[in-house]
């Protein structure tokens, strides 16, 4: 399976953030959607960062008096790992754990084309393993002429 396939299941619709908006907009934003990363943006829409739940505690510990204006370009992950539609899950579990991310943002032709989550990975490798056990299962049983 590839992030192609985990994507035309889950979709394409990736959250995003200004650079410039702040840290407690990011937070409403979270919480909003229910997304455990926000690729952030300039003003040409161009990928910038990631920001994701440990960068807003970051900025909450180290600049909790000024975090009403503090901005998310602060805080944000600028060394992006990222994915292209053909890759193997297995090739993004490895890289996912190796880098200790949770999420990586799909990439092709320099254009953003949606964004897996080490849940999404997870999900499909199971998807995968079910179906490999029920075609075990249904061989030993016999279902299928020799």
Known sequence: MK????LAV????VITIHQDNTVIEAIALFFANRVGSLIVVD???DIKGILAPNDVLKAVHNDLDNIQHTKVSRFM???LIVAKLDDDIDY???VMTENRVRHIPIIEKGKLQ?????GDVVKAQLKIRDVEN???KEYIEGKYPA
């Open 3 to 6: 992030a192609k396939d985990i």
């Open 10 to 13: 889950k979709g394409r619709r």
């Open 43 to 45: 003003e040409n829409d």
């Open 77 to 79: 992950s600028t060394n």
């Open 92 to 94: 993004i579990q490895a």
């Open 114 to 118: 949606g964004l897996v989550s080490i």
């Open 134 to 136: 029920q075609y075990l």
